[in-house]
């Protein structure tokens, strides 16, 4: 693995952004030195049917042109084409950067609980930037022990993650979208991150199977082959149609049902 580092280092130097990045994230909160006051919530949007989106960049929407919101848009745009659906109503909580640290913070805000208690479905991505934070840390000694190490702690904290919203919600849908490798096309050489994303996933994929109502939809496959045309021209975030894709997906995951054949 150590004769792709070099490489892989100078590919998120010379990137800035994408899935698997160094993307900003959300500004540390600035030591108070006067008693601080909550500020009001914001009002959760509630519809007939009501989506709460968490996590990164991928359920926020980066790299989707059309600006209908990748592929949380695809699905609310779907589930309002239905009869039974007369309005859909979504808050998206999901910020770009964010790791599994951040999102479990996110989860302890009144706003997100009320969103995510109130709703029907709950759209989730995290992960990438965990992978990416490990590259990052261990940039002149990369190796895979780090990754298995951290994974270990991904493992930890998606637990807790959905512990924490089935707290808030013991009945909607959960639905996870796995982890891909965006460096398929720019840098085909690292194999390697293809058994990071595969390990991680599985991690996730076997959480979520403990849930009834809950599930992983897998986006992998979608960029394993010579699908280029499914990244965004920063080569790493999906654009429109990779959103549309993965949109399709989940929606397929919201209408299945465990259990039925």
């Known amino acids: 693995m150590k004769k792709w580092f070099t490489v892989f280092a100078a590919a998120v130097l010379l990137t800035g952004c994408g899935q698997f990045s160094p993307e900003p994230q959300e500004a540390?909160?600035?030591?108070?030195?006067?008693?601080?006051?909550?500020?009001?919530?914001?009002?959760?949007?509630?519809g007939e049917v009501t989506i709460t989106g968490i996590g990164d960049s991928l359920t926020a929407g980066i790299g989707d042109d059309s600006k209908n919101g990748g592929y949380v848009g695809v699905v609310k745009s779907k589930i309002s084409n239905l009869r039974t659906a007369e309005s859909v109503a979504v808050n998206n909580y999901a910020v770009h950067g964010n790791v599994t640290d951040d999102l479990l913070h996110k989860l302890g805000r009144k706003e997100v609980q009320n969103s995510i208690s109130q709703s029907d479905y709950i759209l989730l991505t995290i992960g990438g930037n965990d992978i990416m934070k490990v590259v990052?840390?261990?940039?002149?000694?990369?190796?895979?022990?780090?990754?298995?190490?951290?994974?270990?702690?991904?493992?930890?904290?998606?637990?807790?993650?959905?512990?924490?919203?089935?707290?808030?919600?013991?009945?909607?849908?959960?639905?996870?979208?796995?982890?891909?490798?965006?460096?398929?096309?720019?840098?085909?050489?690292?194999?390697?991150?293809?058994?990071?994303?595969?390990?991680?996933?599985?991690?996730?994929?076997?959480?979520?199977?403990?849930?009834?109502?809950?599930?992983?939809?897998?986006?992998?496959?979608?960029?394993?082959?010579?699908?280029?045309g499914l990244l965004y021209k920063d080569a790493f975030h999906p654009n429109t149609q990779g959103y549309s894709l993965i949109g399709e997906r989940v929606y397929e995951a919201i209408l299945n049902k465990k259990g039925s054949s």
Do not use: C, H
């Open 136 to 228: 990052k840390d261990n940039i002149f000694d990369l190796t895979l022990q780090p990754f298995e190490k951290e994974q270990k702690q991904y493992e930890k904290k998606m637990e807790k993650i959905l512990k924490k919203i089935r707290e808030y919600n013991p009945d909607a849908k959960i639905i996870y979208s796995g982890l891909y490798n965006p460096f398929k096309y720019v840098l085909p050489e690292l194999s390697e991150i293809d058994l990071v994303v595969a390990q991680w996933n599985g991690s996730a994929k076997k959480l979520l199977q403990e849930d009834p109502n809950a599930e992983f939809v897998p986006v992998a496959d979608l960029y394993s082959g010579k699908n280029e």
């Open 28 to 46: 540390a909160p600035k030591k108070a030195t006067v008693k601080k006051t909550e500020k009001p919530l914001k009002k959760v949007q509630l």
